[in-house]
Nanobody, 129 residues
Framework: QLQASGGGLVQPGGSLRLSCSAS????????IGWFRQAPGKEREGVSC????????YYADSVKGRFTISSDNARNTVYLQMNNLKPEDTAVYYC????????????????????????WGQGTQVTVSS
């Protein structure tokens, strides 16, 4: 079970760093993805990291503003979000699957990691002045 944290209320142009940690397990070489769901919208893939080689992937809407990284010693994946916009407002979730080792790209990651029943609580990010 992955747990996302670090959300909050921030003004447009501000920054937040989200954390994704695994309880009772390690990420090993699996792909780890960040998703978000805004009110009234479908959940969408935002970013992904392939642990085995560190390859990173981003949705076009966040490219250049968000950075995903991994700290294996802490068994935590981070999502640094800069220059936040009101349209980034959403509940953010992280996900992994022991059968998935490569993100490939965002659409593929969204399909391979996005079909799950239990998403956990997620963490709310609100961008507003």
């Amino acid at each position: 079970q992955l747990q996302a944290s670090g959300g909050g209320l921030v003004q447009p142009g501000g920054s937040l760093r989200l954390s994704c940690s695994a309880s009772g397990s390690t990420f090993d070489d699996h792909a780890i993805g960040w998703f978000r769901q805004a009110p009234g919208k479908e959940r969408e893939g935002v970013s992904c990291i392939t642990e085995s080689d560190g390859s990173t992937y981003y949705a076009d809407s966040v490219k250049g503003r968000f950075t995903i990284s991994s700290d294996n010693a802490r068994n935590t994946v981070y999502l640094q979000m800069n220059n936040l916009k009101p349209e980034d407002t959403a509940v953010y979730y992280c996900a992994t699957d022991p059968r998935v080792f490569d993100c490939v790209d965002i659409p593929t990651m969204s399909d391979s990691l996005g079909h799950r029943r239990d998403w956990g609580q997620g963490t709310q990010v609100t961008v507003s002045s």
